[in-house]
């Protein structure tokens, strides 16, 4: 069922575009690492001062960076899919990308569970008060997510050579 789908997406007018073009791959990789980092910049920034890191700072400032995170996350979302879209036969069987997208998933999961557990109580932790331990383990599981996925993405070339 998988592979029948992955074949159905060969050959796109899109998919064929980025393959082809001398370009567009360069530009998507380029857009790719500009959303990576505002991804992970705003991310790591909450998840840092929330396990203990610069505690004179309140956290309720930096989880208003969450916009920012989620158009990083925006321009990584059109940009993979994009760069699927050039390959999915290569992608599709790749074990890399499928770590990186059950890492992604994860950390979906993860977003979705501090934001509903744990965001309502960021008003409380005030410069210099400690983060509950709930939301210590959150976050160092964030970091962790997110470091796999970076680690993922940068060893699809690698896998893809194997494959």
């Keep these: 069922m998988l592979q029948g789908f992955l074949e159905s997406l060969v050959g796109t007018s899109i998919g064929t575009t980025v393959k082809t073009s001398s370009w567009i791959?360069?530009?998507?990789?380029?857009?790719?690492?500009?959303?990576?980092?505002?991804?992970?910049?705003?991310?790591?920034?909450?998840?840092?001062?929330?396990?203990?890191v610069a505690k004179r700072l309140p956290v309720a400032p930096l989880h208003k960076l969450l916009p920012l995170v989620f158009?990083?996350?925006?321009?990584?979302?059109?940009?993979?899919?994009?760069?699927?879209?050039?390959?999915?036969?290569?992608?599709g069987v790749n074990p890399s990308f499928q770590l990186k997208m059950v890492f992604i998933l994860l950390a979906g999961l993860?977003?979705?569970w501090f934001e509903l557990k744990l965001a309502p109580h960021v008003d409380e932790w005030g410069s210099g008060v400690d983060a509950s331990t709930h939301?210590?383990?959150?976050?160092?599981?964030?970091?962790?997510?997110?470091?796999g996925i970076i680690t993922a993405g940068r060893l699809l070339p690698s896998f893809a050579a194997l494959l």
């Design 25 to 52: 791959f360069q530009t998507l990789e380029a857009l790719h690492f500009i959303g990576l980092a505002t991804l992970i910049g705003g991310i790591a920034a909450l998840d840092l001062r929330i396990l203990g």
């Design 71 to 91: 158009i990083g996350f925006g321009i990584n979302l059109v940009t993979g899919v994009l760069f699927f879209l050039s390959d999915p036969l290569g992608y």
């Design 110 to 112: 993860n977003a979705l």
């Design 135 to 147: 939301a210590k383990i959150v976050c160092g599981v964030s970091l962790f997510l997110w470091a």
